[in-house]
């Protein structure tokens, strides 16, 4: 295979006594939806604050085509194309949508009016455009979650790291955002993406990865990993694999 | 181009006014309002727009009036000029706290503090150095001629401050419309985010801290040529830094007008105080004090703010109600 987009050799980083990361290596291909799943507490935010720069790790190298990116800061990788957003959203509450948008725009553009258009055209492509000129502080969870998507789209980027972006969406609102996601990819943007809506990964992700308690379990295809006994283990707990078997349940 | 053109015309309506009176007493109120506007339309685009709050303009203003003054008395220095270098001196003491205060990540009450106590470790250097005078201050010597930057009449001295404030409003206005601006703006909302949109987030605000600094500066130079006296207690004094901030949080911090509009009616206040209660000390900062606590309490955008909600709704009252067709 070739070198991929995105390479994490062997990183760890420890908070203390707590081993949050434990050697983890992973790969991104290009042009590819890859998931991030695990129990709560595996360190997968964690894992993306390191990519994404705002951690540095206590061991191990971070590689972004080739090159070692390895504690560079945020602003730094924006610039180079890699985006992220956060679980917790974070939007710049006194502004209105397309200010905020727009301040992912201004990464390639200089000019106030050039960075509102782009922000306006992100807009329409996340389902945004309606509600433009209304306040950050005023949208719903769905609406600020399509809103750190706008931003980190802005920035233009090749690689988008999503952290939940799914959660907390309603069935409604889950079914609108799944086909903004695959369109992202569509244009040939590369997506990590951490979740734990398992049926938004089955439907979008092409590669996931399993972590646990800092480590990765296992990584395949979405099919392969949910039907692999030590990913229901990592959730359910020792045996739970052996009992839902029993149970006929098993291989979803 | 139509914001421009409100500043463009409060500038007018302000110059206007030596015209209508040459009452020496208004005018000299007016010398004072403009210059806490100048020095809070410093503190503005640093607290205001980056929302990073300093406790320590006097710092900058401080530096601005000294550097005037101790080039002129002691190295001979043309006046303007002076004030040039003044302003300059200011900007990178600026500079030098924002880079030592940013880059180690201060924020927030940290920050206030470190300002805070820059501007007092100034305060007690220059209070103390023989440079400054020290403990008896730097008088200016009477020269009374424009070449020498003191005026007989109080009206060019009207006119400067005014030129200053207006030269600060343009610029907070262009910042407000540039990159660099929106940029602010997001930091103080949330630097995570603004970091992760590839905002260089130490940079912009030291930018900020500098031309913030800078039009403190302004103000200290402009002081120390008007008064022709500064000590330690007036140039680095905790007054100008509370005046700084005072000014732009009751007129409206973030806003382009508010520091002038603030700076109006704190003054007012302060001299409706000593027309009411005779010249009791201290009892304009009570005023002061009692004015921020409502400010904050009850219109946290300050009056800018308030006008907008008023105008807001006035406009949704006019939308409910549709003029009747009389009849």
């Known amino acids: 295979m070739a070198e991929p987009l995105l390479r994490v050799d062997g990183v760890s980083k420890r908070f203390g006594g707590l081993l949050a990361v434990d050697n983890v290596s992973l790969g991104v291909q290009a042009g590819r939806i890859t998931a991030l799943i695990g129990p709560n507490g595996a360190g997968k935010t964690t894992l993306f604050a390191m990519i994404s720069g705002f951690l540095t790790p206590s061991s191990g190298r971070i590689y972004h085509r080739g090159e070692d990116i390895t504690g560079v800061p945020p602003y730094r990788l924006a610039r180079r194309g890699i985006a992220r957003t956060f679980q917790i959203v974070r939007p710049f509450a006194g502004l209105t949508v397309h200010e905020n948008i727009a301040i992912g725009a201004h990464?390639?553009?200089?000019?106030?009016?050039?960075?509102?258009?782009?922000?306006?055209?992100?807009?329409?492509?996340?389902?945004?455009?309606?509600?433009?000129?209304?306040?950050?502080?005023?949208?719903?969870?769905?609406?600020?979650?399509?809103?750190?998507?706008?931003?980190?789209l802005a920035t233009e980027p090749k690689l988008l790291l999503l952290d939940e972006v799914l959660a907390g969406l309603n069935p409604t609102e889950l079914a609108a955002m799944v086909p903004t996601i695959r369109a992202i990819a569509e244009r040939g943007i590369t997506i990590v993406m951490i979740e734990h809506v398992m049926q938004a990964v089955m439907s979008l992700a092409q590669h996931v990865y399993v972590l646990a308690e800092g480590h990765i379990l296992t990584d395949g295809s979405p099919q392969a990993v949910v039907g692999d006994a030590r990913v229901i283990e990592a959730y359910l707990g020792r045996g739970a694999a052996a009992r839902l078997a029993a149970a006929g349940v098993a291989h979803v | 181009m139509r914001a421009l053109a409100s500043i463009a015309v409060v500038v007018a309506l302000l110059a206007a006014v030596?015209?209508?009176?040459?009452?020496?007493?208004?005018?000299?109120?007016l010398v004072v309002a403009l210059l806490t506007a100048l020095v809070g339309q410093g503190w503005n685009l640093l607290g205001?727009?980056?929302?990073?709050?300093?406790?320590?303009?006097?710092?900058?203003?401080?530096?601005?009036?000294?550097?005037?003054?101790?080039?002129?008395?002691?190295?001979?220095?043309?006046a303007w000029l002076g004030f040039?270098?003044?302003?300059?001196?200011?900007?990178?003491?600026?500079?030098?706290?924002?880079?030592?205060?940013?880059?180690?990540?201060?924020?927030?009450?940290?920050?206030?503090?470190?300002?805070?106590?820059?501007?007092?470790?100034?305060?007690?250097i220059a209070s103390v150095a023989p440079i400054t005078g020290a403990g008896v201050g730097t008088l200016i010597k009477l020269d009374l001629r424009p070449e020498a930057l003191q005026f007989q009449s109080r009206v060019p001295f009207y006119w400067i401050i005014l030129g200053l404030v207006a030269v600060s409003l343009?610029?907070?206005?262009?910042?407000?419309?540039?990159?660099?601006?929106?940029?602010?703006?997001?930091?103080?909302?949330?630097?995570?985010?603004?970091?992760?949109?590839?905002?260089?987030?130490?940079?912009?605000?030291?930018?900020?801290?500098?031309?913030?600094?800078?039009?403190?500066?302004?103000?200290?130079?402009?002081?120390?040529?008007?008064?022709?006296?500064?000590?330690?207690?007036?140039?680095?004094?905790?007054?100008?830094?509370?005046?700084?901030?005072?000014?732009?949080?009751?007129?409206?911090?973030?806003?382009?007008?508010?520091?002038?509009?603030?700076?109006?009616?704190?003054?007012?206040?302060?001299?409706?105080?000593?027309?009411?209660?005779?010249?009791?000390?201290?009892?304009?900062?009570?005023?002061?004090?009692?004015?921020?606590?409502?400010?904050?309490?009850?219109?946290p955008s300050g009056i800018a703010g308030l006008l907008l909600k008023a105008r807001q709704r006035f406009a949704a009252l006019k939308s409910l109600r549709p003029e009747q067709p009389h009849g």
């Open chain 1, 107 to 152: 990464l390639s553009r200089r000019s106030r009016e050039a960075a509102l258009d782009a922000a306006a055209q992100v807009a329409h492509l996340v389902g945004l455009a309606e509600l433009l000129d209304k306040p950050a502080a005023s949208l719903t969870v769905a609406g600020r979650k399509r809103l750190e998507l706008a931003r980190a």
């Open chain 2, 18 to 29: 030596p015209l209508v009176t040459a009452s020496n007493v208004v005018l000299n109120f």
């Open chain 2, 48 to 78: 205001g727009y980056g929302g990073q709050y300093s406790f320590g303009h006097a710092a900058f203003f401080g530096t601005g009036a000294y550097a005037t003054a101790i080039l002129q008395v002691r190295y001979g220095v043309n």
């Open chain 2, 84 to 124: 040039a270098v003044g302003i300059a001196a200011g900007a990178a003491v600026g500079a030098i706290i924002g880079a030592l205060s940013f880059r180690s990540g201060l924020k927030g009450s940290y920050f206030a503090l470190v300002t805070l106590a820059f501007a007092e470790v100034l305060r007690i």
């Open chain 2, 170 to 299: 343009v610029i907070v206005r262009m910042i407000e419309d540039s990159r660099f601006g929106a940029y602010l703006v997001a930091l103080r909302e949330n630097e995570d985010s603004a970091k992760a949109l590839g905002v260089n987030t130490t940079l912009i605000k030291l930018g900020a801290m500098t031309v913030s600094a800078a039009i403190a500066a302004a103000g200290g130079c402009f002081y120390a040529q008007y008064f022709l006296f500064i000590d330690a207690g007036i140039a680095y004094g905790p007054w100008i830094s509370i005046e700084a901030l005072l000014a732009p949080i009751v007129g409206g911090a973030g806003t382009v007008f508010g520091p002038l509009l603030g700076a109006l009616v704190v003054k007012t206040l302060g001299e409706a105080t000593k027309l009411v209660a005779g010249d009791a000390p201290g009892l304009d900062l009570v005023i002061y004090g009692c004015v921020l606590i409502l400010i904050v309490a009850f219109a």
